[in-house]
């Protein structure tokens, strides 16, 4: 018998599917009216965007589904915050980085190294 997940273990499991809901939702939107679009390389981009919003979108899911539960007493409410603060940081750093290290890998290498 599976246990109940607790408060951040229920938000962090909606975050993770949330981001593959989005992420697969996008995949079949552009399957569907631009199936060529599939088949370059640079699709996987799309990712960047899709992961971090799915992100957020699932965390605050997951914090509503923990919320309905009215046995829990306090929520941690810094621990949600930091949890949004980390899909926003994801979205806003992360994404630029690797789209500047996938485009010219030596230069983001020497930009860092310099």
Not at 14 to 32: E, K, M, P, R
Not at 37 to 63: A, E, R, S
Not at 73 to 91: H, M, Q, R, T
Request: hydrophobic share 55%; with cysteine.
């Amino acid at each position: 018998m599976m246990r109940k997940l607790d408060f951040h273990e229920t938000i962090i499991a909606y975050g993770v599917l949330g981001a593959v809901a989005v992420s697969l939702f996008a995949v079949f939107i552009t399957w569907v009216f631009s199936p060529t679009m599939l088949n370059d390389g640079q699709y996987g981009m799309v990712f960047i965007l899709t992961c971090p919003i799915g992100w957020i979108i699932g965390v605050l899911k997951g914090y509503a589904e923990v919320k309905k539960d009215q046995n829990k007493p306090n929520w941690d409410n810094k621990g949600i915050a930091g949890l949004l603060v980390g899909g926003f940081i994801l979205a806003a750093f992360v994404g630029p980085i690797a789209i500047g290290f996938i485009l010219a890998p030596i230069g983001f290498l020497i930009g860092l190294l310099g």
